[in-house]
Each structure stands twice: as C-alpha cells, then as structure tokens.
C-alpha cells in the first residue's frame, strides 16, 4: 500500500505561479512512475507530468516550457512547479504512482483554480 499526500494547492490570477508537493509513504525510487494527473470539471483525467524510475520526464504539451516536474529522493516528494498559469489549468491536481509491480495509487487531489 502507498499513501500520497498533496497540498500546494490553490487560488492565483493568470500568469501566476504555484507549486504543488505530493509526500509518498514510500521511497520514490522504488516506483516505476510518480506524476501528476488533473481533472477540470466535465473532463476525463489527463496526464500533467511524471517521471520515471530510471529519471525521465514526460509533459503534456499542453504544459510544456510552463512546468517543472522535479523529485526528491531523500524526502520521498514529488513537486510540480508550475509558471504562467492560465484558465485552462483550473482542475484537481492529483499525484498518482505505479509501483515496479504494477500497483497504482493515487493521492486525494489539491483544487488549482486560476481566475482571468
């Protein structure tokens, strides 16, 4: 079982910026992937960022040049910083982790809200 944790959320006028921290309960490189996902209201989930075990990331294109994904192995946390928000980017963000062995965890979601 792996618990995440997110806080960071909130609320920031366009072109603000926001971090977002995901505490997981266990080492982060044991997993395979740990990332964000996001669901704005009468959309499917998509994915924001992750990386991977072996230290890779991957952005939706809708977020590159505007967020950072970036882990720390020492305290087992996850941020995503994320610059120039725009309205679009309103959503829960959620942390979400695939273990080696294919277990799939996610965290319980932090409400980013960017006014225009």
């Known amino acids: 079982q792996v618990r995440l944790i997110e806080s960071g959320g909130g609320l920031v006028q366009a072109g603000g910026s926001l971090t977002l921290s995901c505490a997981a309960s266990?080492?982060?490189?044991?997993?395979?992937?740990i990332g964000w996902y996001r669901q704005a209201p009468g959309k499917q989930r998509e994915l924001v960022a992750l990386?991977?075990?072996?230290?890779?990331?991957n952005y939706a294109d809708s977020v590159k040049d505007r967020f950072i994904i970036s882990r720390d192995n020492a305290k087992n946390t996850v941020v995503l910083q994320m610059n120039s928000l725009k309205s679009e980017d309103t959503a829960v963000y959620y942390c979400n982790s695939v273990t080696r062995l294919g277990g799939d965890y996610w965290g319980q979601g932090t409400q980013v809200t960017v006014s225009s």
């Open positions: 266990r080492n982060i490189p044991s997993f395979a992937t």
């Open positions: 990386c991977t075990s072996d230290g890779r990331t």
